[in-house]
């Protein structure tokens, strides 16, 4: 498919678990985000790549959060020692050019449940 | 800081209703806007933008236009079909940074 796809689509972890989150944007697409979508919320901002450049982590809420795109295509988001206060929907989003103003396309998300 | 605010849910209406769902925002200097929606079990997906003032963007018999002097962007459809039952997001983005910045969704319920 030519969207933005994101495995595992459900993860369950029990607390202090570490846990990694994958993220295929579309091929060629420079910008690479990821949110975080509580349950009954809007998105919110985590991390911003431009190619595999980490323009932006002002979002990331703690260092238990970390995020790479090595290769400049496929992104990691990794949580460590997990809260149930990650338990969210984690949305990633890429677009063809530099910077934000351009369309992001969404991919399905991945439903993190901390125990 | 930037922010949108927008009606809560859930909204329910009949088929062929006529939809508004408010937004306002609160941005420095001049954001583009957007209405995304959700569907059930899909991924957001953009519905329309518009990316200066009194810009009207439109996608699906949805429309919303950039008012700068009310700091607003309405979504409105004139007859909904039950097939328009999902999740609307407004949001906006700066020109000074990369992030989408989202309200927290109104949920739309149509009935047969």
């Known amino acids: 498919g030519a969207g933005v796809s994101q495995s595992p689509r459900y993860k369950v972890a029990k607390r202090g678990q570490d846990v990694a989150l994958r993220c295929d944007p579309i091929?060629?697409?420079?910008?690479l985000f990821w949110y975080q979508q509580a349950l009954g919320q809007g998105p919110e901002f985590l991390t911003y790549?431009?190619?595999?450049?980490?323009?932006?982590k002002s979002g990331l809420p703690s260092d238990r959060f970390f995020a790479e795109r090595p290769e400049g295509s496929v992104s990691t988001l990794k949580i460590q020692r997990t809260q149930q206060e990650d338990s969210a929907v984690y949305l990633c989003?890429?677009?063809?050019?530099?910077?934000?103003?351009?369309?992001?396309?969404f991919g399905p998300g991945t439903r993190l449940t901390v125990l | 800081g930037d922010s949108v605010t927008q009606m809560e849910g859930p909204v329910t209406l009949s088929e062929e209703a006529f939809l508004t769902i408010n937004c306002t925002y609160t941005?420095?200097?001049?954001?583009?806007l957007f209405w995304y929606v959700q569907y059930p079990g899909e991924g957001l997906q953009l519905l329309l933008k518009?990316?200066?003032?009194?810009d009207k963007g439109s996608n699906k018999g949805f429309e919303a236009t950039y008012r700068k002097e009310t700091t607003s962007f309405h979504l409105e459809k004139g007859s909904v079909q039950v097939s328009d039952s999902a999740v609307y997001f407004c949001?906006?983005?700066?020109?000074?940074?990369?992030?989408?910045?989202f309200g927290k969704g109104t949920r739309l319920h149509i009935l047969p």
């Open positions: 989003a890429s677009s063809s050019l530099a910077g934000g103003e351009d369309t992001q396309y």
């Open positions: 518009a990316t200066k003032a009194d």
């Open positions: 091929s060629g697409h420079v910008s």
């Open positions: 941005a420095t200097g001049y954001p583009s």
């Open positions: 790549f431009q190619n595999e450049a980490q323009l932006d």
């Open positions: 949001a906006l983005i700066t020109n000074r940074d990369d992030k989408i910045i």
